[in-house]
């Protein structure tokens, strides 16, 4: 039965991947290029384990795409500043607590990404309207039926399966090709 178990999770997780949406994940890679180029700020946000695929891409961006290079990529990871969260957290609500770090640093043009399994976390929509309004491009990652974040995004990739872990892997994914197609190139130029 367990290797049932496991055997029937990576065959689940198969069928997604063969349904990846490339042109979404081309879109998203010239967007965090174009930011690169213009010295744009990229800011990343999620909850929970979308909370740590937001902290794991702004550490492989920042120091896995041009470790080497002296020009370097300006990616922030707005759930990783505890003391912040909280306050904005206890003093307003945790509908707030990434919008109103975006009220600090948010410039036209910089790229404002949004994680969310379920696409409906309320503190990610209300950064990710915000940065819209703002002028920022907004990049949305969810997944099941992509939610009101995938509406909302200008770029949405949609992990389309029923199932947080798996969609969980799919962004974990999508990180990881970013941070080699960046590095790859970066490292073309030099």
Known sequence: ????????????????????PHEQFEEIAKALMAAYDEERQIFIMGNGGSGSTASHFACDVNKGCCLELEKKFKVVCLNDNMPTILAYANDLSYSEIFVEQLKNFLRHRDVVIGISGSGNSENVLRAISYAREKGAKTIGLSGFSGGKLAKIADIPFVAAINDMQKVEDVHMIVVHILMQYLYKALNKRA
Do not use: E, P, R, T
Not at 1 to 20: G, R, W
């Open 1 to 20: 039965m367990k290797q049932n178990f496991s055997l029937d999770y990576l065959n689940q997780l198969k069928v997604i991947l063969d349904a990846f």
